[in-house]
Nanobody
Framework: QVQLVESGGGLVQAGGSLRLSCAGS????????MGWFRQAPGEEREFVAR????????YYADSVKGRFTISRDNTKNTAYLQMDSLKPGDTAVYYC??????????????????WGRGTQVTLSS
């Protein structure tokens, strides 16, 4: 098992930036591909970004490509999501998740076995 705790959400103006963190504990952090997902009210949870266990491969949803950056520090058992040029459409609860699959296969929600409780990101226009 691995426990995940997100932090760093909040209220930010459009065009601003936030950095989300996901702290992992328990089973070895490097066993997992790490992903970020988000869910807006009334919407399904959607993929945002994911990163391989070594941090060498990253993948992004088209909606955030060029604005968000996923990274990880395995020495700290922590994954990050740097969000820049935020837009009102980015408002959602952001979830960190861990998948035992290789990063190339871990795109969908059901490929992730461990989830954090989420952190709210709200954009003000």
């Amino acid at each position: 098992q691995v426990q995940l705790v997100e932090s760093g959400g909040g209220l930010v103006q459009a065009g601003g930036s936030l950095r989300l963190s996901c702290a992992g504990s328990g089973r070895s952090f490097t066993d997992f591909t790490m992903g970020w997902f988000r869910q807006a009210p009334g919407e399904e949870r959607e993929f945002v970004a994911r990163i391989s266990w070594q941090g060498t491969r990253t993948y992004y949803a088209d909606s955030v490509k060029g604005r968000f950056t996923i990274s990880r520090d395995n020495t700290k058992n922590t994954a990050y999501l740097q969000m820049d040029s935020l837009k009102p459409g980015d408002t959602a609860v952001y979830y960190c998740a861990a998948s035992p699959l290789a990063s190339g296969a871990a795109r969908e929600v059901d490929k992730y076995s461990h989830w954090g409780r989420g952190t709210q990101v709200t954009l003000s226009s």
